[in-house]
């Protein structure tokens, strides 16, 4: 139970997402409140409005420390949805948002 999260069968715990920012717990869905869990629905929407990921990207992009990272992501991005769109549309990652390493930021998911 490294991040307290409660693996049983039985738990309400499972999925859980937690945000690191500078190596330290900044938010996780579901919440647990006076020892109970709360309901969360995960969907896309959700997600990135409870950690904020739009600010937190934002923020990223006015960093010029990770400037180029994030212009070359954005890149890559790009050309992946121009060779994907005689396939169809492709559901958007949120967590891919926090792959690129800005500036310490990850969300780790939880489903053991």
């Known amino acids: 139970m490294k991040f307290h999260i409660n693996t049983s069968a039985l738990t309400r715990q499972l999925p859980t997402l937690i945000l690191f ?3 330290k717990e900044s938010g996780r869905v ?3 409140i006076s020892g109970k869990v709360q309901k969360f629905v995960f969907k896309e929407d959700d997600i990135v409005n409870v950690f904020d ?3 937190l990207y934002n923020e990223c992009k006015k960093d010029k420390k990770f400037a180029a990272k994030i212009k070359e992501h954005e890149t890559l991005e790009e050309t ?4 994907n769109r005689l396939k169809g549309p492709k559901n958007f990652c949120v967590i891919q948002l926090c792959k690129i390493g800005l500036r310490n930021i990850s969300l ?3 489903n053991i």
């Open 30 to 32: 579901p919440a647990i």
């Open 53 to 55: 990921l739009n600010h």
């Open 108 to 110: 780790n998911y939880a």
């Open 21 to 23: 920012e500078n190596e």
């Open 80 to 83: 992946k949805k121009k060779k």
